[in-house]
């Protein structure tokens, strides 16, 4: 049984266990994005012709609105104007018309307003017709790949796909798509969703149609147009698994993607819930260096593929798969909650890792997620996971908003135990699947399943910086088998964290685990034990983001 020498620290931790520290704290960070809750899309439908005699795309955009308030005047859009500035890249627009009439408009650097006919009235929809054209600055790669090839392929992340789609580039306002793209008939095109048409047009050009019937956040569109090697691989759940390659790779692409995006969809459709989308392709690329997680059409860098399957393409796969659940599926409403995304997918690499590979390939990726957010750390003490106010895109993600996000996610399940946090992670889905969430909202979902306030812990990790160091000395008082630990908490970043951590007390014959609640900067703790242990291991079970180091005193 535990101990604890100080009689009002015996009853402050006693409370702790039981209720949780319980914090006033509320946060109402956003980022910058002018959110608009009074319009909401419904869905987009991209008409695109591209060409191979010039990388100037031609536009017909369809955007389905749902108007949910009054008094909207004009309608936002997000859409990148040719500038000097930008070489004479960007979208310059011909005409947009709704029910026929044409309307006026003001475009000007990346902001479309459209001037509507007359204010909004709640749950109208309405469908605007914009066309357009242009040279995209960014957002769609047009260029070579490795082989020489011409390719055309999207780029959106976190908000480049405004270069060359007519949208709301924000993850708030999800919504469903359409890609009808036509294009020279020595192309295959791959984008969200599911084919329903391609129709060789008999001039040299092809017209290729997919749909994406789940809503969906504007930075996961995706398009890819090359000369491909296509695989159906296999079925999950009656939908089709997909590897899109370039057609000198086939051999290599076809061997390296076979494996393991079945078993990860079975992992993740077992423990957190239904998979969203229609299909599964993961797709050879000249456009992203690792890999990005477009819903139901992931894209990899084009030297992705060698053909041995090796543990870091493996590894990103099960990653990029992950954020079909969150991401994806589950949308962060605000740039601020990036983590979301990132962190989860991270830590719910390491669990299929964990599952597939053994517990020391789990553990492995938890020791190397910790180097690298001590190393971020020492370089940026002030940093926070949940962001304040973003407004910088540049600095969205950090190797914080990954590992450390990861080892969060992974603290959180030792504060409420592993049976708890699978029920919180199904209730958050199930409820937030094809929607947004926000932090809170994870952290409501949490404390409904586990029963304990989880204020304190969110506060401290997500909201404030800092890494917990403890040192400390122990001794035995063998008249009344006590064993005496004095803890500190070292670190000088400013922080201060309360966390439960596991003590290992390890005699001649066995090893007894304790816990104990670090609550302040000085803590004492009493542990009654029959005989002085040889050795006492604080975290023996590798539960806490921490460095530690306890000796024996006099």
Request: charged share 25%; with cysteine; net charge negative.
């Amino acid at each position: 049984m535990l101990v604890y020498i100080s009689p009002a620290k015996f009853l402050k931790n006693i409370l702790i266990l039981v209720f949780g520290f319980v914090s006033s704290a509320s946060f109402s960070w956003t980022d910058s994005y002018p959110k608009n809750p009074k319009v909401d899309v419904l869905n987009y439908q991209f008409k695109i012709e591209l060409s191979d005699d010039t990388d100037v795309i031609k536009c017909e955009v369809l955007v389905d609105v749902k108007y949910l308030g009054e008094g909207v005047e004009n309608l936002r859009l997000d859409l990148v104007k040719a500038s000097e500035a930008l070489e004479n890249k960007g979208m310059i627009i011909s005409s947009i018309q709704s029910e026929g009439a044409d309307l006026d408009y003001i475009h000007e650097d990346e902001e479309l307003q459209i001037k509507l006919p007359s204010r909004s009235q709640t749950n109208i929809e309405k469908q605007y017709k914009i066309v357009y054209s242009g040279i995209p600055a960014s957002g769609l790669k047009i260029a070579e790949n490795k082989y020489g090839d011409r390719t055309f392929f999207s780029d959106n992340w976190p908000d480049k796909g405004r270069n060359w789609l007519a949208i709301v580039d924000h993850p708030y306002d999800k919504a469903t798509s359409e890609f009808i793209v036509t294009a020279p008939s020595h192309y295959q095109v791959v984008s969200n969703g599911l084919k329903i048409e391609e129709t060789d047009l008999g001039d040299g050009k092809r017209i290729t149609h997919w749909k994406q019937s789940v809503p969906i956040a504007p930075w996961l569109y995706v398009l890819g147009v090359a000369r491909f090697a296509m695989q159906e691989v296999d079925q999950f759940n009656h939908k089709s698994i997909q590897t899109w390659v370039y057609y000198q790779d086939r051999e290599e692409g076809f061997y390296d993607f076979a494996v393991p995006t079945k078993q990860v969809l079975e992992f993740y459709s077992d423990y957190i819930g239904p998979f969203s989308y229609e299909k599964l392709a993961n797709i050879q690329s000249n456009s992203v260096s690792g890999g990005m997680e477009a819903a139901s059409a992931i894209l990899y860098s084009e030297n992705s593929v060698v053909g041995d399957r090796n543990t870091r393409w493996r590894n990103v796969i099960i990653h990029e798969i992950a954020h079909q659940w969150f991401g994806n599926a589950v949308t962060e409403y605000d740039w601020d909650d990036v983590w979301l995304s990132e962190g989860f997918a991270t830590y719910f690499t390491l669990l299929f890792r964990e599952h597939a590979y053994g517990r020391d390939d789990f553990l492995e990726g938890l020791a190397n997620s910790k180097k690298t957010v001590d190393s971020f750390h020492e370089k940026n003490p002030d940093y926070r996971i949940v962001h304040d106010n973003l407004s910088d895109m540049s600095k969205v993600v950090s190797s914080h908003t990954y590992q450390k996000g990861s080892w969060i996610l992974h603290m959180l399940r030792g504060v409420v135990g592993t049976e708890n946090f699978w029920k919180g992670i199904r209730a958050y889905y199930a409820k937030y699947q094809n929607k947004n969430a926000t932090t809170d909202d994870f952290r409501f979902e949490m404390e409904k399943t586990s029963g304990k306030d989880l204020k304190w812990f969110f506060e401290q990790w997500l909201y404030n910086p800092g890494t917990l160091k403890l040192e400390g000395t122990w001794t035995y008082d063998p008249a009344l088998k006590l064993v005496k630990i004095d803890l500190d908490q070292v670190q000088n970043d400013g922080s201060e964290f309360r966390m439960p951590i596991q003590v290992a007390l390890k005699t001649k014959d066995k090893t007894e685990e304790k816990l104990i609640w670090v609550d302040s900067k000085e803590n004492q703790f009493g542990i009654q034990l029959d005989e002085e242990p040889e050795e006492i291991i604080l975290d023996p079970n590798t539960w806490v983001l921490m460095d530690w180091k306890l000796e024996k005193g006099n």
